[in-house]
Structures are given as structure tokens and as C-alpha cells.
């Protein structure tokens, strides 16, 4: 508020100034003229206030008018003073120059007081008390001090006056001037703010012309009344100066001032008694009172309200703040929230992404699972063990597989190998090649054919998949390994001392070529030798090399030729693989021939027919090791077909069991005894007639025996050729 | 080898054209029996007055392929055809022959003609 004030009062005085600038001597002159005019109409009021005369005059008004001209208009608006007063005096002065020097100082006083004022930094709005104070004290009771000496003294140099009266006319001078600039300057200064403050309403108008009425009313019935009733104005002033300020007091007590003053001129009411310094006296107490009241009130509710309207618009503008801050933190908070939103939702999304990245893997890892052999099949003479160990990462169920496959003539088919990729597709398509493998080597075992067709599968695949795979079909009786590798890590064969990579055979991968040629490669497989195959998982490392990898497998395996095949594959497992961190897929398979008997047989097998091959193929592989002549070996084999025959027959109903084959051979004697744990079911009529009758006919002794917890049949016969 | 056993059919002279030779190689048991079977049926035409069957080849023969023989061969005389067979007489399978007494119903040749 206050420098918005301000800013009005600038741009007010820098508009005057600009009005009254040099640039524009004619309204230079022209405020020249109307100042010296003023001056003039105002000094001539006074004159009729004079108490003695024209001479002894309480309030010359012409002083403030010099004093407001100069603050509102500036200093050298002088010369209108200068001339004006010089017109005033020259008919009451003894001489031009007495008239001359008195226009002088009353043009020195009027400046000397706004030079005063404007360095105490006088605000001319007089809504300061300071500026109160200024006025009165400097602008006023000091200032006037060079009008009234220059006057009187030049009043006794022309001898108007005896030095006797010296100081009583520099009192009055003084008092008069003084009284002009308290009474006028106020009264003029206000004018302006007319029409810089905020406009009055009607009311306000109203009031202040009810106030003006009142003070001059009840001033001109006080002073006329002998009875002393003229502080009864100082309320009005006070309701002046509290309601409309400067702009309501100044009139007032303008008007209060020169009412009194008239009267005290006309020696009325309480001026009617007394000398002339009494009456002098109250008048300018009077008159001193009247102007401090209304001068200091004014300026006291003026920066009063000036301070209310800075507290109120500091509260306003506090509460601004609060709601612009409360807005922002709301915002903020707005914000906040949103963001905790948006990042529980991308939590949600991620936690999603998650879940729906471990589902797959579960998947995955789940089809890998059940694509590889739940069991590997039973295969007499041979002994096999597997192992497959998926990598710990998190998506890395890859594509890695073996089988054992259980061919119908008797001898093995096995495989390994690795579909490039990792995740769902490759566990997927490995799958597929399994399974076709599979189909392929039941059809047609002869390792070129079989491999023929899982080639001609990967090469239709929707997608091009790289296969590497190494198939072999291991004949027990013989020993004889026939395989081919398409770009498989080759087999390892070991015993005796000796360790070998099967490394011929050897064909690009799968799907690489469109027309490879597979070649099949024969080995003989040496008695109690053990045929490793493996995925390179086993032997590729982080920073090893695979021939490390692969020379380190030579080593732990060598020397265990004698050790079970399942634990010879834990003990390769814990040997090369960190089982806490496994970077790739692992399957790995022990094969291991039987070696030749040395004592007797023993075969347990599914009751199944499809199993009778199997007994006969490791019965006669016991036999030849044994050295039973061929013309036995036929006997013997139908003889114990049939036994195992019977058993699948008759032994068990629609839940799978076991027949167990035992043979001992003490020098020509043999025995086999063929056991189930079932019970026997009536014999069908598919040539059950012949199945004893054959038993009997080919062994020497055939001993039936049949309990409720199953049937042993003991079969003896003193062999005729005799053993090798 | 792609099964336990094999029938084939076996070039003719020309001379007997009411003569069908099938060989059987490998082994019949209990498993395939029934299925060496379909495969002798199937290989034989209906205008065939002799089949002759050449179990030269066959390593193993037990009670259950003894059976389907003995069917096969009363199913054929139904349609008044004539099994014969072929094995020789050191075969491993000339023992079941002889105990279950087949060579006393069906024609049993020690060679082909």
C-alpha cells in the first residue's frame, strides 16, 4: 500500500514537474502568474486579519501558499513569491527598498523551509508523524524565523518601528508566518491528494462537508460567546483527522484558524478582554493547537490505517502464500500419489512379467523333465545309467536329451544329443527329435537310416534348428558298437587301461547341410570296457577350454572301469560340474556291456513279452561265456523261453510284476530256475499244450512248483556237448 | 532287422505257379507270433494251392509260434491249401518240431526241393 502511495505521489510530482519544466516556459509562466496571484489574494486576507492596523497580522496565509507552491511545484516557482510579495509591501513598507528586502526574506523563508524539509525527506501526503513533526518544526517554527528577522529588522532600519518594539513585532511576524504555513501548506497539500487517493464516496463527501459546517459553526458561536467553549472544536477535529485524515482535517482546521483569527481581529467573544500580547497569546495557542491536533491526528490514523491495510495485506498476501503452498503441496501430493500408482502398477506389470517368465520356465523345465526316459529300460547283458542336470540359470532348460532304446532284436539303441537354443522351443523340438529318433530306430535300427530321418524331421521343422546327435546301436552278445555322429561330442570309450574318443563317424549337425552323408563306423566294445556319452555341458566351461574339458573327463574316468556304472556317473558329475552353478545343460550316459560270467545268472525283467528276447539274449550270452555248446544252447534257450513265456502268460493279470531267471552251471550240470510272484491264471489255449511239453522234452528234470505267492519251475539238464 | 522277425516271399522257378515260398528269418516267440501270422496270410494269394514256408532262417521258434503254425495250417486246409515247411535238420528249432510232433501234421521238408 504504502509504495503504491508512494508510486501515485512520484508520478504526481514527476507530472507537475514535467507541467512546469523549462521545455514549457509557458505554463511555467502561466504557474508563475497563478502562484503570484495567490500569493497576492492571500496576502490580502490576511491584511484583514490584521490585529493593529494591517500591521500585526496573527496568520499570513501567503507563507504557506509560498511553502505548498515550492513543495508541489518546486523551487523555482520563487520569483512569483518574490514579486508577489514585493507587491504586497510596497504600499505598507516606508520605502521600495525596505519593500524590496521584505519580499526578499519572505521568498527565503518558504525556501529555506522546503530545502529543510526535503532533506529530512519530507513526504508532502503528511501521513507520516514524522512528517508532522517536519512541518511544524522546521517548515513552519524554523523557517519563518528569516522571515520575521529580515521583516523586523527591516521594519526598525526604516523606522517603522523604535527598537523597542523589535521583539514584539518579530514575535508576531513570526507567529504569523508561522501560523500561515500550519494553517495553509496543510490545507494545500491535501488538495492533490483529491485526486491521487482512492476517490470519496458521497457519504464521504457528506461528512466532510458536515465536519467543515460543524467546526466553522461551532468555531464562529465559541468565539463570539464570552464564555471560553473554543476547545469544544478539537472533537470535530479529532472526528476529521480519525475519518478523512489530512483530507478532512486540514480544511478544518483551516477553517477553525481563520474564523478564530477573524474574530480575535474583531475582538470578539474571548478576545474581547485583554492586552494585545493576550490576545495574541490564545490566539496562536489556540491556533497551534488546532493545527497539531489536526496534523498529527491526521498523520497518526494515516499510517494507523496504513499499517492495518500493510498487516491486512501481509495477511492477504500470508494467505495467499498458504493457499498457493497448500496448492502445491497438494499438487505435490497429487503427484506423489499418482507416481506411487503408476509405480505399483509397473510393479504389478513386472511382478506379471515375472511370474509369467518363471511359468515358462516351470514349463519348460517340466517338458524336459517328461521328455527325457522316466527308466531306462532293462537291458540284459548291458548296464546302463543316466543322468540329466539342468542348468541353474533362470531360462536356460535347454534342449539336451538321451535315450535308451530297447531295439526288438535284442540289442540297444542309444542316443544323445543337444538342440540348439534354450526355453520352451528347444525343450519343444527336442522332443520332437526324441521322439522321432525313437520311432526311427524301432522301424529300422541301422544307425545311417535312423539318422537319415531325425534329418529329414529337423530339416522340416517350422523353424531352423541346429541338432547335434550321436546314435548307436550296441549289440550285447557281440559287443559290437556301430554308430554315426552328426556333430556330437564324441563318445568315450575306456578300459583297460585305455581311454578313447570315438571320434569317426562324424557328419555336421543336423539342419546345417541340406544332403549330408552319414557315414556308420563299427567298434568292438571290450569286455568290461564303459562307453561314456555326454552333452557338453559336461565338458565346456567358463574360461576352460573344451579339450581341457575334455582330457579332464579321460582322467577322472579312467580307472573306474570297475565301479558301477551309477556311481561312476555321480562321481564324472561331481568331478567336472559345479552343481551350484550350472552354466548349460547336462546329460550324461554310462553304458557297460556285461562282462562274462564267471558264476551264475541272474535276470530280473518286466513280465512282458516283449521282454522274452532280452532273457534269451543274455541267457545265451551267459551260455557261449560259459562255454555251452551250440546244440545245448538251443535247447536250453526254448526250454527256459518257454518257462519265461508261461510266466508272461499265466503269472500276472492286469498288474505289471517280474520273472526272475536264475542259471548255474556246477561242471555239466545245469539248472535254471524261472520264478514269478504272481498266480496262475488257467492256461489260455494258445499252445499252452506245448509250453511243459517242451520244458520236458529239452530239459532232463523239469520241477513245477506252484504256491499262492508264485511259481518256481526248475529246470535241469546234463549238457551233452559238454563245456568248452 | 527291423523286426524280431521277417517273412519274404522267395523267387520262383516258374515251374509251380500254385506254389507260394515265403521265408521267415529271425526269431518268433510269443511276442510276434501272432503277427508273423498276418504277415504269411497277407503274403499269400488266394489262388495259391501250396505255401511253403522256409524256417531255414528262423533262429528260434517256441511253443507259442508251434501253435500258430498248427492254426495256420488247419486254416489253410479249410480253403484246401497245403502248408509245407522247410528245416533243416540241424536247425535249432528242430527240436520243438520233433517234441510237439508237428512234422506229423504238417509237411516238414529238410530243404527246398
Given at each position: 500500500?504504502?509504495?503504491?502511495?508512494?508510486?501515485?505521489?512520484?508520478?504526481?510530482?514527476?507530472?507537475?514537474?514535467?507541467?512546469?519544466?523549462?521545455?514549457?516556459?509557458?505554463?511555467?509562466?502561466?504557474?508563475?502568474?497563478?502562484?503570484?496571484?495567490?500569493?497576492?489574494?492571500?496576502?490580502?486576507?490576511?491584511?484583514?486579519?490584521?490585529l493593529v492596523?494591517?500591521n500585526v497580522t496573527p496568520?499570513w496565509?501567503?507563507?504557506?501558499?509560498?511553502?505548498?507552491?515550492?513543495?508541489?511545484?518546486?523551487?523555482?516557482?520563487?520569483?512569483?513569491?518574490?514579486?508577489?510579495?514585493?507587491?504586497?509591501?510596497?504600499?505598507?513598507?516606508?520605502?521600495?527598498?525596505?519593500?524590496?528586502?521584505?519580499?526578499?526574506?519572505?521568498?527565503?523563508?518558504?525556501?529555506?523551509?522546503?530545502?529543510?524539509?526535503?532533506?529530512?525527506?519530507?513526504?508532502?501526503?503528511?501521513?507520516?508523524?514524522?512528517?508532522?513533526?517536519?512541518?511544524?518544526?522546521?517548515?513552519?517554527l524554523?523557517?519563518m524565523t528569516?522571515s520575521a528577522t529580515?521583516g523586523a529588522g527591516?521594519l526598525?532600519?526604516?523606522?517603522?518601528i523604535?527598537?523597542d518594539q523589535l521583539p514584539s513585532a518579530w514575535a508576531v511576524w513570526w507567529t504569523g508566518d508561522a501560523m500561515?504555513?500550519?494553517?495553509?501548506?496543510?490545507?494545500?497539500?491535501?488538495?492533490?491528494?483529491?485526486?491521487?487517493?482512492?476517490?470519496?464516496?458521497?457519504?464521504?463527501?457528506?461528512?466532510?462537508?458536515?465536519?467543515?459546517?460543524?467546526?466553522?459553526?461551532?468555531?464562529?458561536?465559541?468565539?463570539?460567546?464570552?464564555?471560553?467553549?473554543?476547545?469544544?472544536?478539537?472533537?470535530?477535529?479529532?472526528?476529521?483527522?480519525?475519518?478523512?485524515?489530512?483530507?478532512?482535517?486540514?480544511?478544518?482546521?483551516?477553517?477553525?484558524?481563520?474564523?478564530?483569527?477573524?474574530?480575535?481581529?474583531?475582538?470578539?467573544?474571548?478576545?474581547?478582554?485583554?492586552?494585545l500580547f493576550e490576545q495574541m497569546f490564545?490566539l496562536q495557542s489556540?491556533?497551534?493547537?488546532?493545527?497539531?491536533?489536526?496534523?498529527?491526528?491526521?498523520?497518526?490514523?494515516?499510517?494507523?490505517?496504513?499499517?492495518?491495510?500493510?498487516?491486512?495485506?501481509?495477511?492477504?498476501?500470508?494467505?495467499?502464500?498458504?493457499?498457493?503452498?497448500?496448492?502445491?503441496?497438494?499438487?505435490?501430493?497429487?503427484?506423489?500419489?499418482?507416481?506411487?500408482?503408476?509405480?505399483?502398477?509397473?510393479?504389478?506389470?513386472?511382478?506379471?512379467?515375472?511370474?509369467?517368465?518363471?511359468?515358462?520356465?516351470?514349463?519348460?523345465?517340466?517338458?524336459?523333465?517328461?521328455?527325457?526316459?522316466?527308466?531306462?529300460?532293462?537291458?540284459?547283458?548291458?548296464?546302463?545309467?543316466?543322468?540329466?542336470?539342468?542348468?541353474?540359470?533362470?531360462?536356460?532348460?535347454?534342449?539336451?536329451?538321451?535315450?535308451?532304446?530297447?531295439?526288438?532284436?535284442?540289442?540297444?539303441?542309444?542316443?544323445?544329443?543337444?538342440?540348439?537354443?534354450?526355453?520352451?522351443?528347444?525343450?519343444?523340438?527336442?522332443?520332437?527329435?526324441?521322439?522321432?529318433?525313437?520311432?526311427?530306430?524301432?522301424?529300422?535300427?541301422?544307425?545311417?537310416?535312423?539318422?537319415?530321418?531325425?534329418?529329414?524331421?529337423?530339416?522340416?521343422?517350422?523353424?531352423?534348428?541346429?541338432?547335434?546327435?550321436?546314435?548307436?546301436?550296441?549289440?550285447?552278445?557281440?559287443?559290437?558298437?556301430?554308430?554315426?555322429?552328426?556333430?556330437?561330442?564324441?563318445?568315450?570309450?575306456?578300459?583297460?587301461?585305455?581311454?578313447?574318443?570315438?571320434?569317426?563317424?562324424?557328419?555336421?549337425?543336423?539342419?546345417?547341410?541340406?544332403?549330408?552323408?552319414?557315414?556308420?563306423?563299427?567298434?568292438?566294445?571290450?569286455?568290461?570296457?564303459?562307453?561314456?556319452?555326454?552333452?557338453?555341458?559336461?565338458?565346456?566351461?567358463?574360461?576352460?577350454?573344451?579339450?581341457?574339458?575334455?582330457?579332464?573327463?579321460?582322467?577322472?574316468?579312467?580307472?573306474?572301469?570297475?565301479?558301477?556304472?551309477?556311481?561312476?556317473?555321480?562321481?564324472?558329475?561331481?568331478?567336472?560340474?559345479?552343481?551350484?552353478?550350472?552354466?548349460?545343460?547336462?546329460?550324461?550316459?554310462?553304458?557297460?556291456?556285461?562282462?562274462?560270467?564267471?558264476?551264475?545268472?541272474?535276470?530280473?525283467?518286466?513280465?512282458?513279452?516283449?521282454?522274452?528276447?532280452?532273457?534269451?539274449?543274455?541267457?545265451?550270452?551267459?551260455?557261449?561265456?560259459?562255454?555251452?555248446?551250440?546244440?545245448?544252447?538251443?535247447?536250453?534257450?526254448?526250454?527256459?523261453?518257454?518257462?519265461?513265456?508261461?510266466?508272461?502268460?499265466?503269472?500276472?493279470?492286469?498288474?505289471?510284476?517280474?520273472?526272475?531267471?536264475?542259471?548255474?552251471?556246477?561242471?555239466?550240470?545245469?539248472?535254471?530256475?524261472?520264478?514269478?510272484?504272481?498266480?496262475?491264471?488257467?492256461?489260455?489255449?494258445?499252445?499252452?499244450?506245448?509250453?511243459?511239453?517242451?520244458?520236458?522234452?529239452?530239459?532232463?528234470?523239469?520241477?513245477?512248483?506252484?504256491?499262492?505267492?508264485?511259481?518256481?519251475?526248475?529246470?535241469?539238464?546234463?549238457?551233452?556237448?559238454?563245456?568248452? | 532287422?527291423?523286426?524280431?522277425?521277417?517273412?519274404?516271399?522267395?523267387?520262383?522257378?516258374?515251374?509251380?505257379?500254385?506254389?507260394?515260398?515265403?521265408?521267415?528269418?529271425?526269431?518268433?516267440?510269443?511276442?510276434?507270433?501272432?503277427?508273423?501270422?498276418?504277415?504269411?496270410?497277407?503274403?499269400?494269394?488266394?489262388?495259391?494251392?501250396?505255401?511253403?514256408?522256409?524256417?531255414?532262417?528262423?533262429?528260434?521258434?517256441?511253443?507259442?509260434?508251434?501253435?500258430?503254425?498248427?492254426?495256420?495250417?488247419?486254416?489253410?486246409?479249410?480253403?484246401?491249401?497245403?502248408?509245407?515247411?522247410?528245416?533243416?535238420?540241424?536247425?535249432?528249432?528242430?527240436?520243438?518240431?520233433?517234441?510237439?510232433?508237428?512234422?506229423?501234421?504238417?509237411?516238414?521238408?529238410?530243404?527246398?526241393?
Amino acid at each position: 500500500m504504502a509504495p503504491e502511495t508512494g508510486q501515485t505521489a512520484s508520478r504526481s510530482s514527476s507530472g507537475a514537474a514535467a507541467l512546469l519544466s523549462r521545455r514549457e516556459p509557458v505554463a511555467y509562466a502561466a504557474a508563475l502568474l497563478v502562484l503570484a496571484a495567490t500569493y497576492y489574494i492571500g496576502a490580502r486576507v490576511g491584511l484583514t486579519l490584521s490585529l493593529v492596523e494591517q500591521n500585526v497580522t496573527p496568520l499570513w496565509p501567503p507563507t504557506g501558499i509560498a511553502v505548498a507552491a515550492f513543495l508541489l511545484g518546486g523551487r523555482r516557482l520563487w520569483p512569483a513569491v518574490t514579486l508577489a510579495a514585493f507587491a504586497v509591501n510596497l504600499p505598507i513598507s516606508a520605502t521600495l527598498v525596505a519593500a524590496a528586502v521584505t519580499a526578499v526574506g519572505n521568498t527565503l523563508a518558504p525556501l529555506v523551509a522546503v530545502v529543510l524539509l526535503d532533506r529530512v525527506g519530507f513526504r508532502r501526503q503528511l501521513d507520516r508523524h514524522r512528517d508532522a513533526l517536519s512541518i511544524v518544526f522546521l517548515g513552519a517554527l524554523a523557517s519563518m524565523t528569516v522571515s520575521a528577522t529580515v521583516g523586523a529588522g527591516t521594519l526598525a532600519a526604516s523606522d517603522a518601528i523604535t527598537t523597542d518594539q523589535l521583539p514584539s513585532a518579530w514575535a508576531v511576524w513570526w507567529t504569523g508566518d508561522a501560523m500561515g504555513v500550519l494553517a495553509v501548506a496543510p490545507f494545500l497539500l491535501c488538495l492533490p491528494l483529491f485526486g491521487e487517493l482512492p476517490d470519496w464516496s458521497p457519504a464521504r463527501w457528506l461528512e466532510g462537508a458536515s465536519i467543515l459546517v460543524l467546526a466553522a459553526g461551532t468555531t464562529a458561536w465559541a468565539a463570539s460567546s464570552d464564555v471560553q467553549m473554543l476547545f469544544l472544536v478539537l472533537p470535530l477535529l479529532g472526528w476529521a483527522a480519525w475519518r478523512l485524515q489530512l483530507r478532512g482535517a486540514a480544511p478544518a482546521a483551516l477553517v477553525v484558524s481563520l474564523v478564530v483569527t477573524w474574530s480575535a481581529a474583531r475582538e470578539h467573544g474571548p478576545f474581547a478582554h485583554g492586552t494585545l500580547f493576550e490576545q495574541m497569546f490564545t490566539l496562536q495557542s489556540f491556533n497551534a493547537c488546532v493545527a497539531l491536533t489536526s496534523l498529527f491526528l491526521a498523520a497518526l490514523v494515516s499510517e494507523r490505517n496504513r499499517s492495518a491495510a500493510e498487516l491486512a495485506g501481509a495477511a492477504s498476501e500470508l494467505e495467499d502464500r498458504v493457499q498457493r503452498r497448500t496448492a502445491e503441496l497438494s499438487a505435490a501430493n497429487q503427484r506423489l500419489l499418482q507416481e506411487i500408482h503408476e509405480r505399483s502398477e509397473a510393479q504389478e506389470q513386472l511382478s506379471q512379467e515375472e511370474a509369467r517368465t518363471r511359468r515358462e520356465h516351470e514349463i519348460a523345465a517340466t517338458l524336459q523333465r517328461s521328455l527325457l526316459p522316466d527308466r531306462i529300460p532293462q537291458v540284459p547283458g548291458v548296464a546302463v545309467a543316466a543322468r540329466y542336470v539342468p542348468a541353474t540359470g533362470d531360462m536356460s532348460v535347454g534342449g539336451d536329451w538321451y535315450d535308451v532304446i530297447q531295439l526288438p532284436d535284442g540289442a540297444v539303441g542309444l542316443a544323445i544329443g543337444d538342440v540348439a537354443g534354450h526355453g520352451l522351443s528347444a525343450a519343444a523340438t527336442m522332443g520332437q527329435v526324441r521322439m522321432a529318433l525313437r520311432a526311427y530306430a524301432v522301424q529300422d535300427p541301422s544307425p545311417v537310416a535312423v539318422m537319415t530321418g531325425v534329418h529329414h524331421l529337423v530339416s522340416n521343422l517350422p523353424t531352423s534348428v541346429m541338432v547335434t546327435v550321436t546314435y548307436l546301436v550296441l549289440d550285447p552278445g557281440t559287443r559290437t558298437l556301430r554308430f554315426t555322429n552328426a556333430g556330437h561330442p564324441p563318445p568315450l570309450l575306456f578300459g583297460g587301461g585305455e581311454s578313447t574318443y570315438l571320434e569317426d563317424g562324424l557328419s555336421p549337425p543336423l539342419g546345417v547341410t541340406p544332403d549330408p552323408t552319414f557315414t556308420e563306423v563299427t567298434h568292438e566294445v571290450p569286455a568290461g570296457a564303459t562307453l561314456v556319452l555326454y552333452t557338453d555341458g559336461l565338458v565346456e566351461r567358463r574360461r576352460v577350454s573344451i579339450q581341457e574339458g575334455l582330457d579332464r573327463l579321460v582322467v577322472e574316468s579312467a580307472g573306474r572301469e570297475g565301479s558301477d556304472v551309477d556311481v561312476l556317473c555321480d562321481h564324472l558329475l561331481t568331478a567336472l560340474v559345479d552343481r551350484d552353478n550350472v552354466a548349460d545343460d547336462i546329460a550324461l550316459v554310462a553304458v557297460r556291456p556285461a562282462a562274462p560270467v564267471d558264476g551264475p545268472l541272474e535276470l530280473v525283467l518286466p513280465a512282458e513279452s516283449r521282454m522274452l528276447v532280452q532273457a534269451r539274449r543274455a541267457l545265451r550270452q551267459w551260455l557261449r561265456d560259459s562255454g555251452v555248446t551250440a546244440e545245448d544252447e538251443g535247447d536250453v534257450l526254448l526250454a527256459s523261453g518257454e518257462a519265461c513265456a508261461n510266466v508272461v502268460r499265466h503269472a500276472y493279470a492286469a498288474a505289471p510284476g517280474e520273472m526272475r531267471l536264475h542259471a548255474t552251471l556246477h561242471g555239466d550240470d545245469l539248472e535254471v530256475t524261472v520264478i514269478d510272484t504272481g498266480q496262475w491264471r488257467a492256461p489260455a489255449d494258445r499252445g499252452g499244450g506245448w509250453g511243459l511239453q517242451l520244458m520236458q522234452g529239452l530239459m532232463d528234470d523239469v520241477d513245477v512248483d506252484r504256491t499262492a505267492r508264485g511259481t518256481v519251475v526248475r529246470m535241469r539238464r546234463r549238457l551233452r556237448g559238454g563245456t568248452a | 532287422m527291423s523286426e524280431l522277425a521277417r517273412v519274404e516271399p522267395l523267387p520262383q522257378d516258374g515251374s509251380a505257379d500254385h506254389t507260394v515260398v515265403l521265408s521267415v528269418t529271425g526269431e518268433i516267440d510269443l511276442s510276434n507270433a501272432e503277427q508273423v501270422r498276418d504277415a504269411i496270410g497277407a503274403a499269400l494269394p488266394v489262388e495259391a494251392a501250396v505255401l511253403v514256408v522256409d524256417l531255414s532262417g528262423t533262429q528260434y521258434l517256441d511253443s507259442a509260434g508251434i501253435a500258430m503254425l498248427f492254426r495256420l495250417a488247419e486254416r489253410l486246409g479249410w480253403s484246401r491249401q497245403e502248408l509245407h515247411l522247410v528245416v533243416p535238420p540241424d536247425a535249432p528249432i528242430r527240436a520243438a518240431i520233433r517234441i510237439t510232433h508237428l512234422d506229423t501234421v504238417i509237411t516238414v521238408h529238410d530243404a527246398l526241393a
